[in-house]
């Protein structure tokens, strides 16, 4: 499977069940009709590199002839370009089960060995000289100039600022009162707890910034209020701030906007007296009887309503009732 990411947004991905590679975005669509040749080179030869890259890593794989399993090897190439000085900073980075294996020095032009196991990799993936000048040119120029491309076409999108949604959540009235924020872009966000207006850590746990499927983010913070007395509460608050938004979100600690889906044990969840339930029992018998016997002498008076109409033929008599 390949995916290209530009600032965290997947523009293109392709898998072994596609034809071609699929495009996301309307800007990236127009970046691609606009400069298709050299757009659909590269795609291609992300789709073409398969081969590649599994004779290059054929060597990672070690532990699973060992095992009789499999392995899972990824690869990340990329830059970051910096508008203001101009630095370009590569990177090709290989992982092996979600560990880091074995990555590239750009300025060295050779190979940093990230276990024991990557060690033999590295010696002969220095000893190929051609190999690695070509990976570096690549990354100081190919992949800095379709960085800037992609700016130009994906700016609006690519810089925007959006602001979550912030809530407060708690599992049960004694565990901790997480406050969580969700749909921020980009993942620049802070999230903490205040005591009277003053940033607090003691009993307070941080979560990781997740990717929401729209792109967006979300992260949370929970703070411990076991030990908080009821009457302090007002003191405490949660912020979010961002990177480049004068805006920021607020939200006191307060019992009546804490979300949760606990409910408290009812006739089902925990042990009650059973005369308790009878007299329930009693009552509810009690109202339909009460129901029952209206409903009953409702259908007396109405019948009797249609009995007496004076001039009717018996047999009219009759037809009416039965219609009730």
């Given amino acids: 499977m390949v995916a290209g990411i530009v600032e965290g947004v997947t ?23 606009n400069h ?42 990329g830059c970051e370009w910096d ?25 060295t032009e050779t190979w940093i060995a990230s276990n024991a196991q990557a060690e033999t990799v590295k010696q002969e993936w220095d000893k190929n000289s051609v190999r690695n000048e070509l990976r570096k040119n690549f990354l100081i120029t190919d992949c800095p100039r379709m960085l800037q491309m992609s ?6 999108y690519l810089t925007r600022k959006e602001l979550p949604s912030v809530s407060l959540l708690q599992k049960t009235p004694s565990s901790p009162v ?8 980009p993942d620049e966000g802070l999230i903490f707890w205040r005591k009277d207006g003053e940033e607090i850590h003691e009993g307070v746990e941080h979560g990781n910034i997740l990717p ?8 949370s913070v929970d703070l411990n209020v076991s030990s908080i007395p009821s009457e302090d509460w007002m003191r ?12 920021v979100i607020i939200m006191n600690l307060d019992k009546d906007v804490i979300e949760s889906n606990y409910k408290e044990p ?36 109405k019948k009797r309503a249609v009995n007496v109409r004076p001039d009717t033929p018996s047999s009219d008599t009759a037809s009416d009732t039965i219609s009730l």
């Fill in 11 to 33: 523009t293109f991905f392709y898998d072994d069940t596609m034809t071609t590679a699929k495009v996301t975005h309307g800007w990236m669509k127009n970046l691609v009709k």
């Fill in 266 to 301: 009812g006739i089902l969840g925990k042990a009650v007296n059973l005369s308790e339930i009878s007299i329930a029992v009693i009552a509810v018998m009690a109202v339909l009887i009460v129901i029952i016997l209206a409903a009953l002498g409702f259908m007396t008076h």
């Fill in 151 to 156: 700016l130009s076409y994906g700016k609006t």
């Fill in 236 to 247: 405490y608050d949660c912020v979010f701030e961002m990177s480049g938004v004068q805006n």
């Fill in 83 to 107: 508008d203001e000085t101009n630095e370009v900073v590569g990177y090709i980075r290989y992982g092996n089960n979600g560990e880091d294996f074995i990555s590239f020095d750009m300025n």
């Fill in 212 to 219: 929401n499927p729209d792109e967006s983010f979300q992260m």
């Fill in 178 to 185: 997480s406050c969580h924020a969700t749909g921020f872009y």
């Fill in 36 to 77: 298709s040749q050299p757009w659909e080179i590269f795609i291609q030869d992300c789709i073409d590199s398969k081969p590649v890259f599994e004779a290059e890593t054929e060597n990672f794989n070690k532990r699973a002839n060992e095992t009789g399993g499999g392995n899972v090897i990824q690869q990340v190439v």
